[in-house]
C-alpha cells in the first residue's frame, strides 16, 4: 500500500481558479472546497460603517483539501507555492498530514485502492 498524505491550503478567494486548474494539470483528481474565515498575521483590517469603525479580524479565505497517494507530495507543494504567491502578508499556509486509512464507501475499497482513480 502506498502512503497517504493529505494537504490542505488556505488562501485568498481570487486564487482559487488558478490553483484548481494547476492542481488538475498535475493529475490531482479531487478535492473539497471551502470557505473560511480567519486571521495570522493580517490581524485583519479597519472598516468604517454609518459612522462607526469596527475592526475585521476574521478575513475571508478558502481553504482546498485534497489527498494523494501517486502524485508526489513534493509536486502539490511546488505548485501550489508558485501559483499562491504574491509576496504578501495573506498568501496563505499549506498543513501536510499523513492519513492511516481511507475507505471508499460505495465499494468498500481502503487504503490507497480508496484514493487512486481506476476508471
Do not use: W
Not at 500500500?1 to 494547476?22: C, F, N, Q, S, Y
Amino acid at each position: 500500500m502506498r502512503k497517504i498524505t493529505k494537504i490542505d491550503i488556505i488562501t485568498r478567494p481570487g486564487k482559487l481558479e488558478e490553483l484548481k486548474e494547476a492542481l488538475n494539470a498535475i493529475g490531482v483528481a479531487g478535492m473539497t472546497v471551502s470557505q473560511v474565515y480567519g486571521c495570522g498575521l493580517q490581524k485583519g483590517h479597519k472598516e468604517i460603517y454609518r459612522g462607526t469603525e469596527y475592526t475585521i479580524n476574521l478575513v475571508p479565505k478558502v481553504k482546498i483539501e485534497t489527498v494523494v497517494c501517486e502524485i508526489p507530495v513534493e509536486k502539490v507543494l511546488e505548485v501550489a507555492k508558485r501559483v499562491l504567491n504574491t509576496g504578501h502578508i495573506g498568501d496563505g499556509k499549506i498543513f501536510v498530514y499523513d492519513v492511516e486509512n481511507a475507505v471508499r464507501i460505495r465499494t468498500g475499497e481502503e487504503g490507497d485502492l480508496a484514493i487512486i482513480d481506476q476508471k
